[in-house]
Nanobody, 122 residues
């Protein structure tokens, strides 16, 4: 299973970006998916997460500004980031809890994408 994150870049404060995370490979089902970020010198933190049924949860610092969504038919997750601030600058990683089969048995595994850099600066 591979997760490919894309959409990062340089944006001015107050601007918007949309990140995508596409899952590919051999798997039975994707359960929860999420976005995390890590700024220089800081720990990785939750940005937002979404279940297969569409329930969402956001980190306090992005509530009201970011919106997470997913297209289950495309195995793709998105996050629309609005009103971006310099403190949103970080590498953004996507994460997925995926049901795969091992020795003919279903098992849940955690996968991470490679990260995409978001820089908010004037």
């Amino acid at each position: 299973v591979q997760l490919q994150a894309s959409g990062g870049g340089l944006v001015q404060p107050g601007g918007s970006l949309r990140l995508s995370c596409a899952a590919s490979g051999s798997f039975f089902r994707i359960n929860a998916m999420g976005w995390y970020r890590q700024a220089p010198g800081k720990q990785r933190e939750l940005v937002a997460e979404i279940t297969s049924g569409g329930s969402t949860n956001y980190g306090d610092s992005v509530k009201g500004r970011f919106t997470i969504s997913r297209d289950n038919a495309k195995n793709t997750m998105y996050v629309q980031m609005n009103s971006l601030k310099p403190e949103d600058t970080a590498v953004y990683y996507c994460n997925a809890l995926v049901i795969v089969t091992e020795d003919y048995l279903p098992i849940q595994r955690t996968y991470w994408g490679q990260g995409t850099l978001v820089t908010v600066s004037s």
